[in-house]
């Protein structure tokens, strides 16, 4: 079966096509070059006058996991307050903040996402995230694992383990529980905050393991680095929204001496200590840093205003945060030998100093980066605020006006304390398709997502051309994953299952002795049953497994 | 002007969802805008005038005839006006409520006045589990109000309640005011077993001596807790059915607790006055 779709304006970053009339060809959940003028077209999409671009990525939102699920028990309010009924295709579900599995991938396919990327998903968690995360329609998967605070890890780097053990050990982490890179969340901070530390800044040593910060951050990047996996070592710093936590984030960049790094909600690790408040922007000096060094990348977690959760594995920073929960009910917890996790909700109100100066934080970032192929469009759902408000975003980043209009209704003293309003550049849609598709994809290392080449998955997103952005991104006109009609109109047409994104480096097998033993001493459950082969993850609800290559 | 009278016309055989039949909702709305609303009914969605024949002009005022227990969410949100229910009325009666009065004068299911912050409701029949508390997950159940039942209520009466009167003339069942962070219930007959369960702040008035109290409430023996007068005859001036000054005196046999949660609650068991 042959689909034309015929003289769209396509965008497409990866080939260097910026808004020219083209004709794409989809074959077999393809797309192919132009077929010779003998085979038969079955289906033709009319498309002129439409913006066609490649199905969109999110790099980093919360979709699965313990922590997600934790989040819906809490909120049930939230959920009474979003209901979904089912329709003669999709099934019931709840939305908002923590929405339900089917929700999720309802929405982001409307929206015209087609992959998203879990970021933080604890090994012992691996096979609930991918179990929730199987239930997601539509939408690809992928998950990043979660080290840097697991005992093992950290008895390895504090008995000075070499550098190649440590690699075995995360290529064998990234190979049990089918993940797609690794993140580190507060390195070493959750478990000093076991130990009873309340703070952990980058050269603070964890009292019990007598390691920094900084020596996890290297020793997890070369880790990465070595075992070629193509996303760069994902990281939620130390102090993650802590007033003056500039500085921290610029030593962290200085710290990894040139090795590739993905430096996470940004917006929350940007702040300074100057004015009256003892708060202020630190944007311009991270862009400053990011714009200097071509190793970094970053998303922006931008916050919006609204109730919305806040679910996080940094139970150090979410225990500071609980006093701020907004209704008043918090999680803070710890995960068995890995990690923790903490969730609690959150209003961010335009009335306030502090909540509006971070959106105005996010926003310079965003207008101050230079390169769109180093920063991609988050808003760390739902941490600053759930993914439906994406399009609103895009628009704040399109339209100075508008922008300045939402700047001028946000607290006055935060509106005055920020640059914001001087800034006058504007997104175009050739770098809105750049930080939405081709850039995550580059940055992955997903071969065929992220542009509209011969032989690339057919996951492509037509938008009706209309002035207002938020109403153009928030329903478009068509959406194609892997070749099939998904939604039309901002509206499910066909319900698929969607795959997920895997990666299988190469690591030294002997790693398993002094795992199994560890296992089988500290562990709730045996180093075989720990293990997520195919059979099983396919079991989950994926339709298959795309095996990324490693470098 | 005469009340705005819903009469039922069917027989409901699903539950249907009278929520947007209130006295602020229609304030602003003729009869003709009234008659298209659309009512949830089970599945379906059904305008009002297939369901009840529509007279009458004062929205402040509304009447259900016929009503049944399948009528639910009657007076949700209400900030204003009155509702009488002619029938009895399902659950969710007066939920989130506001300000105004409810009045019932058959039975009500579980869940009346859930996590209502002001307003009167008075049922004259039964009502099911949960009077006065709050749905699963929320915070806190009522926060400010009296709810006045004159027939028996269900379990869990005032689930972490956090304000406001309820007041029960029969009996009450098991978990009276579990959970409860403040507020008062009173009980004029039996009330079931574990009242009082997990309570943190607040009182639980007996009129009569229950079956069964946990072993976390500590027994203060008799006293005369002054309190008491005030609150029947400021009671007696809001419902003149509550001539409870006329019976019960100051003075109470009181215990403290729940000492498992916090134990600055406490549960009254009344005295009868002693005449002659």
Redesign the interface.
């Known amino acids: 079966m042959l689909i034309k779709l015929s003289g769209g304006t396509v965008y497409d970053p990866v080939h260097g096509i910026n808004g020219e009339q083209r004709d794409i060809y989809i074959r077999d959940g393809h797309i192919t070059r132009k077929p010779s003028a003998n085979v038969k077209i079955s289906k033709i999409y009319d498309l002129r006058g439409k913006i066609v671009m490649a199905g969109a990525i999110d790099i980093h939102t919360h979709i699965g996991g313990g922590k997600v699920n934790i989040a819906r ?5 939230d959920h ?1 307050n979003d209901p979904v009924s089912k329709t003669s295709l999709t099934r019931s579900g709840c939305g908002h903040a923590a929405p339900s599995t089917l929700t999720t991938g309802y929405r982001y396919a409307e929206m015209g996402y087609t992959a998203c990327f879990e970021p933080a998903m604890l090994p012992i968690n691996a096979r609930q995230a991918h179990m929730e995360m199987g239930d997601i329609p539509i939408i690809d998967k992928g998950a990043y694992a979660l080290l840097g605070n697991d005992d093992f890890f950290l008895r390895m780097l504090a008995s000075h383990k070499d550098q190649e053990a440590i690699s075995d050990y995360v290529g064998w982490i990234i190979n049990a529980t089918q993940a797609m890179g690794i993140k580190v969340v507060n390195p070493g901070g959750i478990s000093a905050f076991k130990f009873n530390q309340r703070k952990l800044n980058l050269d603070e040593t964890n009292v019990y393991y007598d390691v920094t910060p900084r020596e996890i951050l290297i020793t997890l990047a070369r880790a990465v680095r070595e075992l070629g996996i193509p996303h760069p070592l994902h990281v939620h710093g130390c102090n993650l929204g802590v007033p003056g936590n500039m500085q921290t984030t610029l030593d962290t960049i200085n710290a990894v001496e040139g090795m590739p790094l993905h430096l996470t909600h940004i917006q929350f690790h940007s702040y300074g200590t100057e004015g009256d408040r003892k708060f202020s922007s630190g944007a311009a000096q991270i862009s400053e840093a990011v714009n200097a060094n071509p190793n970094i990348s970053i998303d922006v977690g931008q916050i919006m205003f609204g109730q919305t959760v806040t679910a996080s594995g940094d139970t150090m920073l979410q225990y500071a945060g609980h006093w701020y929960a907004h ?3 918090w999680v803070v917890m710890d995960i068995e030998c890995d990690a923790g996790c903490g969730v609690v909700p959150f209003k961010y109100s335009d009335k306030k100093f502090v909540h509006s100066l971070q959106w105005a934080i996010g926003l310079e970032l965003f207008l101050q980066i230079n390169d769109p192929w180093r920063i991609f469009l988050t808003t760390d759902h739902p941490n600053g605020a759930p993914f439906i408000s994406y399009p609103h975003l895009i628009r704040l980043l399109m339209d100075r006006t508008f922008r300045n209009d939402m700047l001028s209704t946000i607290n006055k003293k935060a509106a005055s304390a920020s640059i914001l309003g001087s800034l006058d550049r504007e997104y175009s849609l050739y770098e809105i398709a750049i930080m939405t598709r081709a850039a995550p994809a580059r940055s992955l290392g997903l071969k065929n997502r992220g542009h509209l080449g011969a032989g690339s998955a057919a996951d492509i997103t037509v938008y009706n051309d209309v002035k207002n952005r938020e109403t153009m991104f928030t329903k478009p006109a068509y959406v194609f994953k892997d070749g099939e009609l998904v939604a039309k109109n901002g509206k499910i047409v066909k319900v698929t299952n969607g795959s997920i994104h895997t990666l299988r480096p190469e690591y030294d097998k002997t790693i398993e002795r002094s795992l199994r033993e560890y296992f089988d001493r500290y562990q709730t459950v045996k180093l075989d049953n720990f293990r997520i082969n195919d059979e099983e993850l396919l079991s989950h609800g994926y339709d298959r497994i795309n095996i990324q290559p490693c470098a | 002007m005469s009340p705005l009278t819903f009469k039922l016309n069917i027989i409901p055989e699903f539950t249907l969802d009278v929520s947007p039949l209130t006295p602020d909702k229609l304030l602003a709305k003729s009869q003709t805008q009234i008659k298209k609303i659309n009512l949830r009914y089970g599945k379906q969605k059904i305008s009002v005038d297939k369901l009840f024949s529509i007279s009458g002009d004062n929205p402040e005022n509304i009447k259900f005839l016929g009503s049944t227990e399948k009528l639910i969410c009657i007076g949700q949100n209400m900030s204003r006006g009155n509702i009488d229910v002619q029938g009895n009325a399902g659950n969710f009666i007066g939920q989130y409520m506001q300000g105004g009065n409810i009045n019932v004068q058959g039975n009500a299911g579980s869940w009346v006045g859930n996590s209502m912050t002001n307003g009167r409701i008075h049922i004259n029949g039964n009502v099911d589990d949960y009077l006065g508390a709050g749905l699963p997950g929320d915070p806190y159940g009522m926060s400010d109000g009296l709810i006045y039942v004159s027939g028996n209520a269900g379990d869990r009466v005032g689930d972490r309640m956090r304000r406001g009167i309820i007041i029960i003339c029969g009996m009450a069942g098991d978990y009276c005011g579990s959970r409860m962070i403040a507020g008062t219930i009173i009980v004029l007959d039996k009330a079931g077993k574990y009242s009082g369960f997990g309570m943190k702040r607040g009182t639980i008035i007996l009129a009569k001596k229950p079956r069964h109290i946990s072993a976390t409430f500590k027994s203060c023996g008799n006293l005369k807790v002054q309190f008491l007068r005030l609150l029947f005859k400021q009671l007696s001036e809001m419902e003149q059915r509550l001539t409870l000054f006329r019976e019960y005196g100051p003075e109470a046999h009181r215990f403290t607790g729940d000492l498992a949660s916090n134990g600055k609650g406490e549960i009254l068991i009344l005295q009868t006055i002693k005449t002659g």
Request: proline share 22%; hydrophobic share 35%.
């Open positions: 028990i809490m909120l049930p309010e009474r209704p008043n009910k």
